[in-house]
């Protein structure tokens, strides 16, 4: 009894678990507000995104100087056998009213065009209206294009009317990202259910867990808007997302955990109070691990170039800390609070047998046993195969069309475009240089392959200037979001590098794919290594041994390649999806990594305790028995809640949800049930080495 005293006590007490429930909803109702406010404080500038030293960025501060930040929408007008006079003169009423827009940061009175593919018999135009992108940019870019489509309309009667260009697809990416909190908030929430009915089977049980992650979730939100508003933490459409996720999965984990030690120790003990204290002092330490190497693992993107990918560290590490603070005191506070019933209909009785000890995991940790060594040869061997997909993996960047699960208007008229104008008008390089070289840098620009020698616009004397400087902008031959553009930026970056004393910067959309993908690659040579040391030390503390550690990393490595060979196969040939992102490999590193390495330190941790009683070996079998539902259990949560961003149109979500999905999935039933235990088997004793871990003459009772 002694040993169980102290914090776990504190949380489940006959009157401190009261003070526990008060004080969370203290915390609720101060919190509840202020996280309904995170979606105004994302901020999904382009600036936010991009790396803060890559020439893009610096760039785009530059060409604030010169005018607004703006992007334009792009309006096609098409007819295949050619404009008619008709055409002409309603294009020519729509550029006349656009003129006149100011709304939602509409510069209508800088509508340039209309644009024609060709002076005579033209079969299309083009109309490029400006949309001014500052702090609210994002939130009304959505609403500035219906404005425009309210002028131009859909076409018909054989004339073909789209909106693309930077304007038109940036709405269709914010109008994907719309109702992007509450999308995945259900979605995850009704995962969570299912899975909690599946497990608990209990109607009651399931919604103390439930109450519990939501509380999480708004304090987290919270605590990450403040930081937003008032300490510069960036914030965007993808890690509000994520957190949510994070959240769900991490917090039902912990729940899922801490409720199967409680079940052991209420068919021990009478008193629901000891029973719990119990659980806590047991489990808790296996618990806290586990959230420490997530949230350590995700501080470890602060390192990262990439603003998204570093802002993304401490909103995913704010998440799963709340929700391991709210497991740790609130859920066992309520779950003690509502007593043994909580349970029904399968009430855990006092002197009951744990159905666990004699389960399908028991049965198949016997199997394991006695034959080890071929049993993690051929896991290892068969995941090491599946790990050859990785040869189909295209982690180079999605282009816009290849972007959404779906096809918006955005992309249809960019294919239209593409048809009758240079692939890269609407979506511009931006030059900034000093005024006095304006001209070398011009002639520079205009002679690098894949510019349009003539899309320059205003004489050198004529350019936008401030400061001594002045702004360019370049037409590119190849869509702006393609390997030939990217090629193009790097071409023109050092033509005008070259001109002396002219200390020239080039931007635009396709420069910031470029930086960006750079960035990226540093990342994760720079990230992934860290993770893995981060994990390595946490399992070397935890478990107070080295070779225990190092198996654990390496079955996690192996679990990870083979979850990303996996995934490419299925997305070129089932999915039929063009690539990945740059930062797939990453993401799905870092969260495979330090959310699969969960399960590992549930087992292993629990094995430990086993082997003090009983020696290594047998330990490995009970250790497996004892945890194997409950593991799998978590790792289905978890799964489901990252299946849920498959419910986001957008390519890049999708793929990442997937892969974390299916990776959680072998880590349950195959790393961690079948390789993990055949290698503890297998090597037995030694792999607490440099410590001896032999059980007392006499094992004690277990109460």
Known sequence: MTGTRGVAHLVCGRRSKWVVLVLWLVV???????AQKLTDAQDNDAASWLPGSAESTQVLHLSENFRPEQIPAVVVYARDGGLTARDRAEIAEDVSELKRLTDHGIRGAETRGPVFDRETDPRAAQVLVPITMDEKGWERISPAVESIRDVVGTGGAGLAVHITGPGGTSADFAEAFEGIDSTLLFAAMTVVIVMLLITYRSPSLLLVPLVSVIVALFTAQALIYLLAQHGGLTVNGQSAGILTVLVFGAGTDYALLLVARYREELRRHDDRHEAMARALHRAGPAVIASGATVVVSMLVLLAAEMNSTSGLGPVAAIGVAVALIAMMSLFPALLVIFGRWIFWPVIPRLGTENPDERGVWARLGRRIAHRPRVTWVATAVALAICSLGLIQLRAEGLSNADAFTDKPDSITGQEVSERYFPAGSGDPLVIVSNRAQAVQVG?????????VPTSLGLPPGTRPAWDGKVLF??????????????????RVRDAVHAVPDADAKVGGGTAALLDMDRATTHDNILIIPLVLLVVLLILCVLLRALIAPLLLVGTVILSFTAALGISALAFRHVFDYAGEATDFPLFVFVFLVALGIDYNIFLTTRIREEATHQGTRPGVVTGLAATGAVITSAGLVLAGTFAALGTLPMVAFAEIGFTVALGVLLDTFIVRSVLVTSLFLDVGPSVWWPNRLEPAAAPPARE
Do not use: I, N, W
């Open 28 to 34: 609720l109702f101060g919190t509840a507000p202020l």
């Open 443 to 451: 002639r520079a620009v205009a002679e690098t392959e894949g510019v």
């Open 473 to 490: 902008e370049a037409t590119m031959t190849a869509p702006a979001d393609s390997q030939a553009a990217k090629e193009t930026v790097e």
